[in-house]
């Protein structure tokens, strides 16, 4: 089984629906993360979780909201999607260590259609 | 926001050949770490390589190994005796020592000649 683990694989849906995108972890990382990667721009974060209790905002948050409801499980929502957020969507998770060399581990991946 | 650049969106080698990747960054910080990973038509992503910028020695991980030149901010990858299986979107990405963000360049698409 996949240590990083994204649902749905695909999704193609239409403007203005409500769009949940779901990341949980066996790794015990306390780091989560949200990107988004489009053709040219590379990966963008939008959201970020040192544990729980902890969201922060990325480069791109306008338009997405996420929940952290657990150290395992991070979600992102789209409230009212729209065709410029059609993209690949990525969770990371990373280690919490005092080196700051600890990569990030990657789910394959949600590709995300809005028509 | 420290950037990265990537200037090569695409780069072609032949099979059993040598290949370079190219990726500069804009930091002021001393201490960081980068990275390599590699994208394949799965989507996957998939770490290559990493150096901190504490160590002189360039790291090296089988057919792959890096230039780290940290006076001139550059950090490219060197793929030796190219293979099929190489073929993939690249990626260099930055982390300060402290710092809590990965920051990504644009990515560069390598394509392998029979």
């Known amino acids: 089984d996949a240590d990083v683990t994204q649902t749905p694989r695909n999704r193609i849906t239409k403007t203005g629906k409500r769009i949940m995108l779901e990341c949980s972890q066996t790794k015990g990382h306390d780091r989560m993360y949200w990107y988004r990667q489009d053709p040219g721009l590379g990966l963008r974060l939008i959201y970020y979780?040192?544990?729980?209790?902890?969201?922060n905002k990325g480069e791109i948050s306008d338009g997405y909201s996420v929940s952290r409801q657990a150290q395992a499980k991070f979600s992102l929502s789209l409230e009212s999607a729209i065709p410029n957020q059609t993209a690949l969507y990525f969770c990371?998770?990373?280690?919490?260590?005092?080196?700051?060399?600890?990569?990030?581990?990657f789910g394959d991946g949600t590709r995300l259609s809005i028509l | 926001a420290q950037t990265v650049t990537q200037s090569q969106p695409e780069m072609s080698v032949q099979e059993a050949e040598t290949v370079t990747l190219s990726c500069t960054y804009d930091?002021?910080?001393?201490?960081?770490?980068l990275f390599w990973y590699k994208q394949p038509p799965s989507r996957q992503m998939i770490l290559v390589i990493r150096?901190?910028?504490?160590?002189?020695q360039n790291a090296t991980e089988n057919r792959f190994s890096v230039n780290f030149q940290k006076a001139a901010k550059s950090f490219s990858l060197k793929i030796s005796d190219s293979q099929l299986g190489d073929a993939a979107m690249y990626f260099c990405a930055y982390r300060s020592y402290t710092g809590n963000q990965f920051y990504f360049g644009t990515g560069t698409s390598l394509t392998v000649i029979p």
């Open positions: 990371a998770t990373s280690e919490t260590s005092q080196w700051g060399n600890q990569p990030q581990h």
């Open positions: 930091t002021s910080e001393s201490d960081y770490y």
């Open positions: 979780s040192f544990d729980v209790k902890d969201i």
């Open positions: 150096q901190e910028a504490y160590k002189q």
